[in-house]
Each structure stands twice: as C-alpha cells, then as structure tokens.
C-alpha cells in the first residue's frame, strides 16, 4: 500500500487500469479469431474506454468537494501483475479474465469505501462505483452468453 494519495490521485490510478484493460483487450484481437470472441473482445474494449472517460468527466467537474478527500492508505491490488494472456484464448477464458478483472474494480472500491472515516459522500461515491462495477460484471456474463449462443 501507498500512503497518502487523494480521491483524484485514486480515480486516475483506476482510469489508467481501465485504459490498460482497453488496450489488453484489444491486442486480443486477432483477424483469424472467431467473430464472436471478437465481438466480445471490441465490447469490453469499448466498455472500458466508455468508463474510463465517464470518470474523467467527474474529475474534470472541480466543483466535487470529494476530490481532495485524502486517504492514508491505498491498496495497489489494481495489476497486471499475474496476467497470463496467450494466442487463441477461448470464449470463456477470456470472459473469466475480464470477470477477474472486474471483481479486482470491485474489491478495490470497497476498500475505499470501508477506509474513508468522516466523508459520507466519499463513502457513498465508492460504494457506488462498486455497484455500478457489479452490474456491469453480471451484464458482461450476459453479454457473453449471448455472443456464445451465436
């Protein structure tokens, strides 16, 4: 863990992890791969983008308060660290991955909720991106089963 970092500091730690899940998901792409597992893969691409730049927008909106809330410490579990990603990847182990991906964004969202001690509206702003972050998880293992039934 890192000490000290604010709430902006933590939102473009989180960003720059979705901009690297993009470009991952991307360099997945391979012309020979079956259309469905490129479907999928230009989804998750475009979803992370679509994310990513939702929270530039609230960053760039200076008059949020929770900005400059600052927190001691930061986990740093948001890595690529033990990724394994090789050619012709299935369906399925690239879905796992990206849920694996996503469970991280929750877990980490959490923590921060947990960790704010006197800022409800930063607590609440967490806890809400975990929310959103699990939606989107159960809408991905739709949308995936979807794209398999093709």
Same mark, same amino acid.
């Given at each position: 863990m890192k000490p000290y970092k604010t709430v902006s500091e933590i939102l473009e730690l989180v960003r720059d992890y979705r901009r690297r899940l993009s470009e991952l998901y991307h360099s997945l792409e391979d012309p020979k791969d079956s259309k469905r597992l490129a479907m %999928? %893969?230009? #989804? *998750?691409?475009?979803?992370e983008r679509l994310f990513e730049r939702s929270l530039a927008r609230f960053e760039e /909106?200076?008059? @949020?308060?929770? %900005?400059? +809330?600052?927190?001691? #410490? +930061?986990?740093? /579990? %948001?890595? !690529?660290?033990?990724v394994k990603v090789g050619p012709n990847q299935s369906i399925a182990q690239v879905v796992d991955m990206a849920l694996e991906f996503d469970e991280k964004l929750v877990r !980490? #969202?959490?923590? *921060?909720?947990? @960790? +704010?001690? /006197?800022y409800e509206e930063t607590r609440a702003f967490f806890e809400a991106l975990a929310e959103q972050e699990k939606q989107e998880k159960a809408q991905l293992e739709v949308n995936a089963e979807m794209i398999k039934e093709l």
């Amino acid at each position: 863990m890192k000490p000290y970092k604010t709430v902006s500091e933590i939102l473009e730690l989180v960003r720059d992890y979705r901009r690297r899940l993009s470009e991952l998901y991307h360099s997945l792409e391979d012309p020979k791969d079956s259309k469905r597992l490129a479907m %999928l %893969l230009e #989804y *998750m691409s475009r979803h992370e983008r679509l994310f990513e730049r939702s929270l530039a927008r609230f960053e760039e /909106d200076r008059r @949020n308060r929770i %900005l400059g +809330v600052w927190f001691q #410490y +930061v986990p740093e /579990d %948001l890595r !690529f660290d033990d990724v394994k990603v090789g050619p012709n990847q299935s369906i399925a182990q690239v879905v796992d991955m990206a849920l694996e991906f996503d469970e991280k964004l929750v877990r !980490f #969202y959490e923590h *921060m909720a947990r @960790n +704010v001690s /006197d800022y409800e509206e930063t607590r609440a702003f967490f806890e809400a991106l975990a929310e959103q972050e699990k939606q989107e998880k159960a809408q991905l293992e739709v949308n995936a089963e979807m794209i398999k039934e093709l």
